[in-house]
């Protein structure tokens, strides 16, 4: 059973950083990779980014590139999504996501993490 | 703003069948594999409905995605109340580089 387990709730100050992180609990860690999606309040899906599970290759979103960092500790199958200069807008619910990349494509989530909510006031 | 669309809401009555459209262009659900997600807000999204047509074994075959062309459609039989939520389409988008949601539809049984 591939479970997807993500950090607690964080409350930043605009302008700072958060790192939220998404523990795996299968083997499958290297064959696949981590995406990492929000969902602002009342808003729709939002994908940010990919990174694989096996050489640290990254996809990002135009949108996020420059203040999202992705990356990945192997030993413990964790990754971890960074987002820097936070805003008011960036508060959401953040969802990581194992999913298969190429070079050329990716293929959307299969299994989910419970979600992290991150605030972001003053 | 996403570049899928679909319609805000669909209902139907418990037992019946609603159909949730997904639409596109030849960047996204014209070249690449379409997929479906359950949502209910703050509760972690669940996968209905992968490469288009296929469906995850635990997902009952009340659920079934199609796509022709640009467009993508999920099909929902048989109506339940657990069934309320937010549906999401989902596909990479070639020209944006980006995987792309769609505006997301939320079911309501009547």
């Known amino acids: 059973q591939v479970q997807l387990v993500q950090s607690g709730v964080e409350v930043e100050k605009p302008g700072a950083s958060v790192k939220v992180s998404c523990k795996f609990s299968?083997?499958?860690?290297?064959?696949?990779?981590v995406s990492w999606v929000r969902q602002a309040p009342g808003q729709g899906l939002e994908w940010m980014g990919w990174i694989s599970g096996d050489n640290g290759r990254t996809k990002y979103a135009q949108k996020f590139q420059g203040r999202v960092t992705l990356s990945t500790d192997t030993s413990t199958t964790t990754g971890y999504m960074e987002l820097r200069s936070l805003r008011s807008d960036d508060t959401a619910v953040y969802y990581c996501?194992?999913?298969?990349?190429?070079?050329?494509?990716?293929?959307?989530?299969?299994?989910w993490g419970q979600g992290t909510l991150v605030t972001v006031s003053s | 703003q996403s570049v899928l669309t679909q319609p805000p809401s669909v209902s139907a009555a418990s037992g019946q069948k609603v159909t949730i459209s997904c639409s596109g262009s030849?960047?996204?659900?014209?070249?690449?594999?379409v997929s479906w997600y359950q949502h209910l807000p703050g509760t972690a999204p669940k996968l209905l409905s992968y490469e288009n047509t296929k469906r995850p074994s635990e997902i009952p075959d009340r659920f079934s995605g199609s796509k022709s062309g640009t467009s993508a459609t999920l099909g929902i039989t048989g109506l339940q109340t657990g069934d309320e939520a937010d549906y999401y389409c989902g596909t990479w988008d070639s020209s944006l580089s980006t995987y792309v949601f769609g505006t997301g539809t939320k079911v309501t049984v009547l």
């Open positions: 299968s083997n499958t860690f290297s064959t696949f990779g």
């Open positions: 996501a194992r999913e298969y990349c190429d070079r050329n494509s990716c293929f959307g989530g299969d299994y």
């Open positions: 030849s960047s996204n659900i014209g070249k690449n594999f």
